[in-house]
Structure formats: structure tokens, C-alpha cells
């Protein structure tokens, strides 16, 4: 059984261009949640998807922007790059919204110059 | 709003040596505990969670207890091994907001030499 896939691995962008970062998540799951994590620091929260719509978000600008797909499947989009968005992001999957279990991929590293 | 606060790090240990790493929490309502596992270069593992008070998580010989009087979620191994080297988060996730959605701490590196 796959688990939780992201894609690309690694990433490395220029300021003030745009990034999509995708993620499949584990069978079975129907929510996907995005997760920022600067380097030394933990995990943070983006936003959550389920059902194609954007059922919460964290504490980031307009410039991230996501979507889900019919397949449970997600993409991450950021626009408008700062160098302060070089992290790792980590998505994570859940069998339902109210789960309180999450399982996580390996993240893409992006990195903007 | 919500926060998780854990000792700083790096833990430095000797194999076998006994493991504590301190957790504390702020939350409003009773929300569910995890501990999860990074390694070098790769995501998080779920390692282990409760959820209610008095409740304890365990695997792979880790163990915590959530604590509700002192908002507190230890986690503790008895002899640690070079291969739990790696970066350990503490979480939560409100039962109330309806919608399940993690708070982390920053991570306690741990590094144990044989």
C-alpha cells in the first residue's frame, strides 16, 4: 500500500516566480492538509482540503493556494516567492476530516534564490 | 490560541541511557496527544498518541501519559538505541474545531552514541 507521495523531491526557485507542489495521499484518505516546516523549526499549518474545498487555513497569505482533485489528491501553489519560503512542505493525509491521525509524506524541499 | 512547548535540544545520550522529553501544552477543550518521528531527509512518523486524559501511548518501547492537570505529554523510553537518533515533535489536535488539524512543538533532537 502506498503511503502518502510527493512530488517533486527537491525544488529551487527564483524570487517573485510561482511553485506548484503536488501530493497523493495514502489510500483510502479523502483529506489532504499542507504543512510549512522552516528549517529547525516545526511543522506549520497551511490548510486543509477535503471534499475539492478549502476547509481551514493557517496563518499564510493569499500567495499559497491549493486545490484538490476528484481523486483526493492535492496540489500547492505559491506565487509571488520570498526567499523566507524556502522549507520543507510536508503534506499529510487523513481518512476523514474529523481524524485525528495523520500520515505524512516525505515533503518537498523548495528552495528560492 | 493553541501551542505545544518542548525542551530544547539536541538530548545527547548514551546507548541504553534512559530517554525523558518534555512536553506542555495550551489548548482549550481536552484535545488529542501525538509524538511523531523525523529521521534525517524524511517526513514525519506517527509514533504515538492519546486521546483523553490518564491515557498512554506507547510503541516501539517509547511511552507517554497525557496528563491533563498538568497539560503535560512526556515521552520516555527506558534504553534508547543509536537508531532512535532523530528529531521528536510533539502535537495536538482540538476535538473541538471539527475539523482535525495539528499544532507542533519545535522538535527535541535527540542523539544517542554507542
Known amino acids: 500500500d502506498a503511503g502518502v507521495t510527493q512530488s517533486p523531491t527537491h525544488l529551487i526557485k527564483t524570487r517573485g516566480q510561482q511553485v506548484t507542489l503536488r501530493c497523493s495521499p495514502k489510500?483510502?484518505?479523502?483529506?489532504v492538509s499542507w504543512y510549512q516546516q522552516a528549517l529547525g523549526q516545526g511543522p506549520q499549518f497551511i490548510f486543509q482540503?477535503?471534499?475539492?474545498?478549502?476547509?481551514q487555513r493557517g496563518n499564510f497569505p493569499d500567495r499559497f493556494s491549493g486545490h484538490q482533485f476528484p481523486n483526493y489528491s492535492s496540489e500547492l501553489n505559491v506565487n509571488a516567492l520570498l526567499l523566507g519560503d524556502s522549507a520543507l512542505y510536508l503534506c499529510?493525509?487523513?481518512?476523514?476530516?474529523?481524524?485525528?491521525?495523520?500520515?505524512f509524506g516525505q515533503g518537498t524541499r523548495l528552495t528560492v534564490v | 490560541g493553541d501551542s505545544v512547548t518542548q525542551m530544547e535540544g539536541p538530548v545527547t545520550l548514551s546507548e541504553e541511557a534512559f530517554l525523558t522529553i518534555n512536553c506542555t501544552y495550551t489548548?482549550?477543550?481536552?484535545?488529542?496527544l501525538f509524538w511523531y518521528v523525523q529521521y534525517p531527509g524524511e517526513g514525519l512518523q506517527l509514533l504515538l498518541k492519546?486521546?483523553?486524559?490518564?491515557d498512554k501511548g506507547s510503541n516501539k518501547g517509547f511511552e507517554a501519559t497525557y496528563r491533563k492537570e498538568t497539560t503535560s505529554f512526556h515521552l520516555e523510553k527506558g534504553s534508547v538505541q543509536v537508531s532512535d537518533s532523530a528529531v521528536y515533535f510533539c502535537?495536538?489536535?482540538?476535538?473541538?474545531?471539527?475539523?482535525?488539524?495539528?499544532?507542533f512543538g519545535k522538535g527535541t533532537m535527540l542523539l544517542v552514541s554507542p
Open positions: 499529510a493525509s487523513s481518512f476523514s476530516v474529523r481524524a485525528t491521525e495523520a500520515f
Open positions: 489510500s483510502g484518505h479523502d483529506t
Open positions: 482540503y477535503y471534499e475539492e474545498e478549502e476547509r
Open positions: 489548548a482549550t477543550g481536552y484535545p488529542s
Open positions: 492519546a486521546t483523553k486524559a490518564d
Open positions: 502535537a495536538l489536535s482540538p476535538l473541538t474545531s471539527g475539523y482535525s488539524t495539528l499544532t
